[in-house]
């Protein structure tokens, strides 16, 4: 087989040094640039820091004039973003981190315990992600030894239900029934491992779910190659196949854990908020709208640094798993056949989504009537009413207009863009992904809102920044082992061109698995639309948008759980039906 | 299988794990206060920033003087005092009362902790353009001069900002640090970053022996947070308990409610947009009902505001009603109205308010953001109107230093954007005299007199909600939320 002669991975010779050096650059432009970015924020949002750093040491009073005048001599401030990132990087080579503009006390000691704890968390929730994954797994992949497995199986869909759960709810869910209700666990802080649990599993399960609907589709990919046919009329054991089959579905998801793993480290503010734990998203946004620019900086450029080293970790286990097949041309994935059942169960649940809707877009959503405040189901308001006495079933059926046509445009764009980038993009390194990825959402929020101006219209860009990247590096990592394919292989000795591979052969490959995960992430960008409305950015305030209805209702949890229910419902069936919908052609 | 064992050993890094320090769980049988207050340290409790209410509500850090319910002061490590001109001012101290760290504390260490005051940078609050000396005239005495005749001169030293630290606190000149260096009746032993402190009873305190045998205190931040772990038995005593979270409270909790000087009110833009009209303003004044909002989004945890000012604080003050132009038709007049969700009230207050305008004809849009990225935009006066909840008496104790930031040509806090000659008149007027009673008659007319204007619609007086455990006893009311460990607070174990 001829290995070198035309897979792109070929390696060119060429003195190591010389190879290496384009790619220290980048990474120190990257952590400059992002240095440079969060030194530009009081200068992008037109605030002075004076004032914001202030209004951090003291909330009451009016910020006047001379006031300001004295913080800003006390605090020396930079006169231009580009010096200030400059004394940053200086005092950054010898090790200083800084001094904080709000609690005048040393960067260092906030930030890395901060960071300590972040990895801590982060972590764990993304090995117990990846571990529960793998048992919603489990049963798809003993089929697919037995040949009987159609579609993706029930992990499929229960991954899809559990990826809509939002962290927030499902946090003071947890809660309210494991530490108020049984008193099994802590409710808040962080002194021991017991302190872990609930956190975890806030941040896990959600997670959990979307690797279980990845690897659910993967393991129905690789089930439909011949050697797997093969194998089993050779009479190979079935826990054989199924350890087999297992090996190159994960070898899908480890990228994305390692991406979650870092995107989790700086941005998981609300579940650290619920928790009282002093994690660096906690800490970065406080710091953000404080603008207390050498606290974010310290963070930021640290988060940058991890997420780098992780992204090109993310390439290396990618690799490792899969072995020296990746370089040649083992593979031989195929397009899966499309369930039947699936589909079928998939019509069912999306009948009862749409049934409740139009009920709601029947409804005044906008009526309020304070003497009904949350009151319960009743012939009146068959799915209760919000703390304005506003009929919840017809926020719930009109917010299901914005909500699902604003999370498909979004998830339709990260589509794109992440199949471009994956596809074409220079593929197998660390690079701007990695360094979005890792950037705190708050960070992405203030740079857009600042930029474009708070809306709606701002706040799908900056979600739009992000939601891409899982989709690039799971078609990375997917075109990677179609690249090593026999008939990639094939295609390219025989003198096809780039367009025709791309379309023929990695496209319809490529495709079908991608398009299934940018729907599973379909309620993941109602939520992070949600999570961006504190600094304006958004549906506007009295807007039934489902996660801004969540993000407002969440702490009504306890006391009228139908006001939370009928929104996070409405996304986990989404997500039930987004993971069971299959756009692979029927064959 | 070398390579997948790698893969997997990756994780395990992580289970070794990285937790905050201290956490200041009580050792089992100490008759210890658990104790959550509502925000972390910003300066590692600097008491020239918020942080110096963390130190007054812990019982960590004391006062000259305390206020009343009307905001006049009151003796607490100062004894009386008497004023020798319109600048000067003698403070008696108590003689009984020594710091932490054993000094004891005299006239010398007094004036210095006020002088480190005066002298920070940036300045402190209270003392801003006051130039404040403090001189010990013998042991027990403090001399106060102000450059100018300062009426509120005592008042001020009531500001937690000024509480007294021992010398040794002022190590570095620009960050004071109270650890181990207060007078109150327990003593910071350990500062655990910005998650919890530890605090042991002082024994020898002026004001007895503490109840309690010391105080766990953590700070935390989220208000749900707090209230979980009141319900779950982990701390005793809670600061601001959410009104949406009351229900949730079981029959071990309850509530020690407290009415604050401190108003919601929706400020109308007089300077530009729909409300330069005051005839528009009229007919929002009279389209706003404050009932719905206090009984339902504030589950009746509020009083409706007959003014700006709060009873309490007016006390015998008369008001007088304000009379208003009369009301011009809306006519679908379009206007935005602005308000923040770090109180979580007051979003759904504005849509109940935003509603009301509709209903009287006007086209309203809400914005609801952060109060950090929208303060800029509320000063400018980017919105028509602002829903807001703001302190009346502040540090002095005095209303017309918030009538004057709020609502005079100058003010630095003046959302309305109200410039009327008349109310400036009135405020420099009101804040040159020195009789408490006269003060406070003359806010009552000031307040009448922007009423008037109908540059803004007061909707309600809050109160503060600190939850506590049943057993506890003694917790702090206080009116201006200083107070919440006292030396008899018991949590009754």
Known sequence: MTVALGAPTARRPAPAVLRRLPRVAGVLGALVGTALLVGALPWLSGVDPARSVLRAREEEGAPDAAALDAVRTQLDLPTNPVAGTLG???????????????????????????????????????????????????????????????????GAAVGGALSALPEFVLAVLLVAVFAVGWGLLPTTGFTGPEHLVLPVLALGVPAAGVLARLLAGAVAATAGESWVGTWRSAGVRRTTVAAALGRR??????????????????????????????????????????????????????????????????????????????????????????????????????????????????????AQDVGQRLAAPSWAHPFGADPLGRDVLARFGHGALVSVGLAVLLAALALVVGVAVGLLGCGDRAGVADVLNALPAVVTGIVVAAVAGPGLLSACVAVSLVAWIPLAVHTRTLAAEARA????????????????????????????????????????????LAGLSFLGLGAGAESPEWGRALAETTGYLERAPWVVAAPALGLVLLGVVAALADPAPER | MNRRTALLAVPVLFAGGCFAGGGGTAESGSDRLRVALNFPPVAALSPWTDDALLLTRMGAAETLVTFDDSGAAEPQLAQSWEFTDDRTALVELRDDVVFHDGTPMDAEAVAGSLNAAAGADPGVRVLRDVGLVATAVDEDTVQLQAAQADPLLVQRLGAPSLVVLSPDAYA??????????????????????????????????????????????????????????????????????????????????????TALPRVTALQLNTAGGVFADAGLRAAAVAAVDAEPVVDGVFEGQADVAPGLLTDDTLGAAARSTPTLPTAADPAGASIRLATYDDRPELPEAAAVLAEQLRAAGFTVEVVVQTYATLEPDLLAGAFDAVLGSRLTLLDTGDPVGYLQTDYTCDGGYNLAR?????????????????????????AADIEAQVLSTGAVVPVLHEQSRTGVTQGVQGVGEDPFERQVVTVATTAGR
């Not at chain 1, 900086?297 to 993310?314: C, D, E, N, R, S």
């Not at chain 1, 780039?498 to 490529?510: A, E, F, I, M, S």
């Open chain 1, 249 to 366: 579905a994960v070898g899908v998801v480890v990228p994305q854990v390692l991406l979650l793993l870092v995107g989790t480290l700086g941005a998981a503010a609300v579940v650290e908020a619920v928790f009282d734990i002093p994690g660096l998203g906690g800490i970065a946004l406080g710091a953000a709208l404080a603008q207390d620019v050498p606290v974010v900086q310290a963070a930021v450029v640290l988060l940058v640094a991890i997420g780098l080293l992780v992204g090109g970790g993310g390439v290396l286990a990618h690799r490792l798993l899969l072995g020296p097949a990746l370089t040649g041309s083992g593979f031989t994935p195929e397009t899966a056949a499309a369930g039947r059942r699936p589909q079928r169960a998939a019509l069912a649940v999306a009948t009862v989504l749409v049934v409740a809707v139009v009920a709601g877009l029947l409804r005044d959503p906008d």
């Open chain 1, 485 to 528: 394919s026999g008939f990639h292989v094939a295609a390219l000795t025989g003198g096809a061109g780039r367009w025709h591979v791309l379309r023929r052969h990695l496209l319809p490959v490529v495709g079908p698995p991608v398009v299934r995960h940018a729907l599973v992430r379909v309620p993941h960008a109602s939520l992070a």
């Open chain 2, 172 to 257: 570095d000149p620009t960050a004071p640090d109270p650890v181990g260096h207060g007078t109150g009746p327990y003593e910071i032993t350990e500062l655990q970053g910005a998650q919890s402190a530890t605090l042991d009873a002082a024994a020898d305190h002026w004001g007895g022996t503490p109840a309690a045998d010391g105080v766990d205190v953590r700070f935390v931040d989220d208000a749900d947070a707090r209230t979980s772990s009141l319900r779950a038995g982990e701390v005793d005593v809670v600061q601001g308990v959410p009104i949406a979270a009351l229900a949730t409270l079981g029959d071990d909790q309850r509530v020690v409610t």
């Open chain 2, 418 to 442: 109200l410039c009327d000659p008349d109310v400036d008149a009135a405020v420099t007027a009101a804040a040159a005299l020195t009789d408490p009673r006269e003060r406070r008659q003359a």
């Open chain 1, 88 to 154: 940053f990087l200086g005092r950054l080579l010898t090790g200083d981190l800084g001094t904080s503009w709000v609690s005048r006390t040393p960067v260092v000691d906030t930030v890395l315990p901060a960071l300590g704890i972040s990895l801590t968390v982060a972590g764990t929730a993304s090995l117990v992600a990846l571990v529960l994954a793998g048992l919603l797994t489990v049963p798809a992949l003993l089929r697919a030894a037995d040949g009987r497995l159609r579609g993706g199986g029930v």
